[in-house]
C-alpha cells in the first residue's frame, strides 16, 4: 500500500479515519455535501462495489436505506456490483432511499442494532448557548436546519415554546420527537414539502430510529437535493444552526481541521449557511454555535486561525456567531466592527488579550 494508493479515501472524516490521513495510510476529499453525488454522476468516480445496509424487503420486494440515503443512492447506483446487508434493526423510512431486492447482486441477513450517538444531557455552557439561539434568533414558523452534537440539542430543548416549527435538514437530532409530540414542529409554513420533516441521513439515539421507521412525517432525501441553496432558500425563515473549531477576529470559520491537522470535513456548514442568506423571504438566519472556550481553556475565537487551518466559511458567509456569552452579528459589520463584536461574546478571560491582538491587526481599537 503506497501514498498513491490509499487505504481509505474519506469525503468526511471521523475518529475512525484521522489517524490513518493524519499517517498518509488514507486520504481526503475536500467537497460540499451537496456537490458529493456529482462525483458519480460525472463518473469522476467509478466504484466497482458499492456496500449498503438496508432493511428487509417488504410485500413488494423493496428495502429501505432508512437512515443513510444522502450520497449513498448515487453511489449505488453508479457501482458496478451492489452488495447489502439486510439489517431489521434498519428503520424504513420514505422518500428516495428505496432499492428493490432485485437490483441487488449479493445479500447477507445481519441482525446487530444501528451505531448510536447522542444522548448525553448539554453541558451548562451548551445550554446556555441553546438558550441564546432559541430566544434571540429561531422565530415562530422557522425552517431548522442543525448539525450533529450537544448544543443542537440544547436548542431543541429550549424551543418548547415556539410555533409552527420546520425542519429541513442534512441531519436531525432526537430533540426533533418531543417537539413534534408538543406540536411545536408541524413544518405547516413551508411551501415545499409541507407538512413534513426532511432529513438526508441519521445518526443518533434508538429513539430517533423508532421515530422514523415507517413514519411518513419524514421524508428523507438525497443529499444534492437537501442541501440544494436553491431548495434551502425556499425555506421559510430558515435557520441553519452550525458548530466549528475556531473563528478569527474577522470572521473567518474553520471547522474542518487543527492547524494542518485534518479532523474532519466541510459537510454540509456553507450549503445551508449560504442557502439561509439567500432565502427567498429574506429572513434566514446564518448562524456559527461554539463554547467560547476549548476544554484546555483556550479561547475559540483567535486573533488568526491556527497556521495551516482550512477556511470552510468565509468571513463574507458568516452573519451570527453565538457562545454562551451571546450573539455577534457580524452582516454588514466592518473588520474593526467584527473584532468589537467578536471579542464580546468570548470568555472574559481572553477578551484583554484578543483587544491587544486585534489593535495590532487592525492599527486601531475595535469598535463598534
Known sequence: MTNENPLSFSFFMGGNVRKAVAEGRGDALPIFLSEIPILFYKKIIEPTYAVIQVSPPDQHGYCSLGTSVDCVRAGMSH????????????????????????????????DQPLPTHGGQPPTEVEKQIGKNIAENLVEDGATLQMGIGSIPDAVLACLHDHKDLGIHSEMFAGGVIDLVNRGCVTNNKKKIHKGRIVGSFLIGTQALYDFVDNNPFVEMLVVDYVNSTKIVSQ???????????????????????IGTRMYSGFGGQVDFIRGAAEGFDGKGKPIIAMPSTTNKGESKIAPICKPGAGIVTSRAHVHYVVTEYGVADLFGKSLRQRAHALINIAHPDHRESLEKAAFERLKVMPSP
Open 79 to 110: 457501482s458496478k456490483i451492489i452488495v447489502a446487508q439486510v439489517n431489521p434493526n434498519m428503520p424504513r423510512t420514505f422518500g428516495d432511499g428505496i432499492i428493490h431486492i432485485s437490483h441487488i447482486d449479493y445479500a447477507c441477513k445481519v
Open 235 to 257: 425555506m421559510p425563515k430558515m435557520t441553519a444552526i452550525n458548530s466549528c473549531i475556531e473563528v478569527d477576529l474577522t470572521g473567518q470559520v474553520n471547522s474542518d481541521s
